[in-house]
Structure formats: C-alpha cells, structure tokens
C-alpha cells in the first residue's frame, strides 16, 4: 500500500521559516508529479507548489520568491522549504504525489496533512 508521510508543521513567528518534509513508501513503479497543497480553515484547498519528476516546477504567485520546492527521487521524497513566513500562510499543508505501480496505472494520493501556524 502507497502512503505519503509528512512532517514539519508547527508555530512559527511571521517572517520565519518551515521545512515540510513528504516521503513515500509502498510499491511505486514510477513516481511523477510531486505537489504541495494547503487549506486555510473556511476556505478550499490551494496548490502551494508542484515538481515534476524532471525537477520542473510550479509555485501560486502568493509564494513565489518565498518558497522552495525539491525532490530527492531516490529517497521518492519531496522537500518544501518555506521562508519569510506570513499569517497568511496559515493552514493545513498536504503532500500529494501522481505514482504508477505498473507501466499501466496511474494514480494519486495525499497525506495526511501537517498544520502550519504562523503567528503575526
């Protein structure tokens, strides 16, 4: 069974820092896209950042210059360092990852979730 374990949420000061960490375990054939997500309380959940298994990446303009996305395709884990932090950032982050477990599947799954508390 895939799963996506997250870690690295907490309390932080505004204009301080965050390191997420994502790793995958299961039978995975290929792992592709790597993304994180996040869900502010009253509100949907947004894509934070995505990188291909090439290492290309995407990042929502409210993180952009702030936010670092990475992947280390031999540990299938995936590194969001999150710097300048502000109120806004405020929310419940998920990892989500697009995996095959044979040359004909393709699939998706999402952790669990970590919370991440900027105070102002």
């Known amino acids: 069974q895939v799963q996506l374990v997250e870690s690295g949420g907490g309390l932080v000061q505004a204009g301080g820092f965050l390191r997420l960490s994502c790793a995958a375990s299961?039978?995975?054939?290929?792992?592709?896209?790597m993304g994180w997500y996040r869900q502010a309380p009253g509100k949907q959940r947004e894509l934070v950042a995505t990188?291909?298994?090439?290492?290309?990446?995407n990042y929502a303009d409210s993180v952009k210059g702030r936010f670092t996305i990475s992947r280390d395709n031999a540990k299938k884990a995936s590194i969001l360092q999150m710097n300048s932090l502000k109120p806004e950032d405020t929310a419940v982050y998920y990892c989500?990852?697009?995996?095959?477990?044979?040359?004909?599947?393709?699939?998706?799954?999402w952790g669990q979730g970590t919370l991440v508390t900027v105070s102002s």
């Open positions: 299961g039978t995975i054939f290929i792992l592709h896209d």
């Open positions: 989500h990852a697009r995996y095959s477990t044979t040359r004909t599947t393709y699939l998706e799954i």
């Open positions: 990188i291909t298994s090439g290492g290309t990446t």
